[in-house]
């Protein structure tokens, strides 16, 4: 860390590391996946332990990792406005087409 | 596969591993590789090569794997010993290869488990204490320098194991030492304290660079990562001091023993234990 003010705690500056959010993208999968998350002081030490700790059994082979605090999300509270209206409208599934057997990622 | 089925070709995988969310694809590096041992490769030098390679690596897997519960934080606990599992798998390779070409016949816990300190021939550097996180940061900085410029050389051995076994190695080395050059470079470039025990982590790991470069003439290399790292860093270069001695020949510090008696511990109170 190159931070040039020293914390007279040290234990209060190791707890301020940063959250990231870990995203993998799968030998198989068409998307980064969100997987987890990790502390890290830096973008490369995110990526660095991301890599150690959520591709050790062979999983990746590509990684994102951002800030937490940089993604906006929706709230409980908008529920009900965001995703109810959805619900009914099963013309906007493409379940009325034959899907060839050949394409999977529908 | 054809380009326009571009779906199919990222959804190709492996057969009997559709339970698994990411796959499995696990790799054997020895797969399809003669373990004959050829003519004009001279046997007991091979073992030789091998068991030395394979002691490093076991030595420092074990020094690792000390950081386990006492790292900074936890990812870089799992950092360490997942550093710590890739040498082991090298040594594992390496026994197994030493025990085909010597005619014995032992298999890798036999080199592990059942020799005692002096039959041992890691660098000494390997077996110093585990010491705090800049020491553990600089060694493995030193080490993987080191073991990775061999490797790339060995990566064409005549013998086509010990050939195999490195060129799986440098993925790894390489990866070992941007970790440890990342930490190196953050912790000396860091705070008055973590520059002060960084500095110290490199006065202390210098009089073992002797052994290294007799060992293996790679000196250049390393000395190449070192001067980048410690520039980056802020850290004088390592003032070279050689010392007397090489563990290449069985002579060890006094740290090595212990070391050997917890992790052969087991194994020894219950010879051919399986679980």
């Not at chain 1, 590391?17 to 995203?23: A, C, G, Q």
């Not at chain 2, 779906?7 to 057969?15: K, Q, R």
């Not at chain 2, 420092?60 to 990812?75: D, F, N, V, Y």
Request: aromatic share 8%; net charge negative; hydrophobic share 40%.
């Amino acid at each position: 860390m190159s931070d040039s003010t020293p914390d007279p705690t040290a234990e209060t500056a190791r707890g301020d590391w940063p959250l990231y959010e870990v995203f993998v993208r799968g030998k198989r999968g068409l998307n980064h996946v969100h997987v987890g998350s990790l502390h890290a002081a830096d973008d490369t030490m995110a990526l660095t332990h991301a890599r150690d700790l959520y591709t050790r059994r062979n999983e990746g082979v590509s990684i994102w990792v951002v800030r937490s605090e940089h993604i906006a999300a929706s709230t409980r509270d908008e529920k009900d406005p965001f995703f109810a209206p959805s619900a009914d409208k099963v013309y906007r599934h493409p379940t009325f087409y034959d899907i060839p057997e050949d394409v999977p990622h529908i | 596969m054809s380009d326009d089925h571009v779906y199919l070709s990222l959804a190709e995988g492996h057969e009997d591993d559709t339970r698994w969310a990411y796959g499995t694809g696990f790799e054997d590096p020895l797969h399809g590789v003669d373990t004959t041992v050829l003519e004009g490769v001279a046997a007991d030098l091979l073992a030789a090569d091998c068991v030395a390679l394979a002691d490093d690596a076991l030595v420092s897997a074990q020094r690792l794997a000390e950081w386990t519960t006492r790292a900074p934080e936890l990812e870089e606990e799992v950092a360490l010993a997942n550093i710590g599992l890739d040498l082991l798998g090298q040594a594992r390779l390496l026994y197994a290869r030493a025990g085909q070409v010597d005619g014995t016949g032992r298999g890798e816990d036999a080199y592990a488990y059942f020799r005692d300190a002096d039959d041992f021939r890691n660098v000494r550097l390997a077996e110093l204490p585990v010491g705090d996180f800049a020491f553990s940061a600089v060694r493995l900085l030193v080490l993987s320098s080191w073991r990775l410029a061999h490797f790339e050389e060995l990566s064409s051995h005549p013998d086509p194991v010990l050939a195999a076994v490195a060129a799986k190695g440098v993925k790894e080395l390489t990866y070992h030492r941007q970790y440890a050059a990342e930490w190196v470079v953050r912790l000396g470039d860091g705070t008055d304290e973590s520059h002060r025990r960084t500095r110290r982590a490199m006065e202390q790991v210098a009089p073992y660079f002797g052994e290294l470069f007799t060992a293996y003439d790679v000196r250049d290399e390393v000395v190449a990562v070192l001067r980048q790292v410690t520039e980056a860093a802020g850290l004088p270069m390592p003032v070279y001091r050689p010392l007397t001695g090489t563990g290449r020949d069985g002579e060890h510090t006094e740290h090595l023993a212990p070391l050997l008696a917890e992790l052969q511990s087991v194994a020894r109170a219950h010879p051919g234990a399986t679980w």
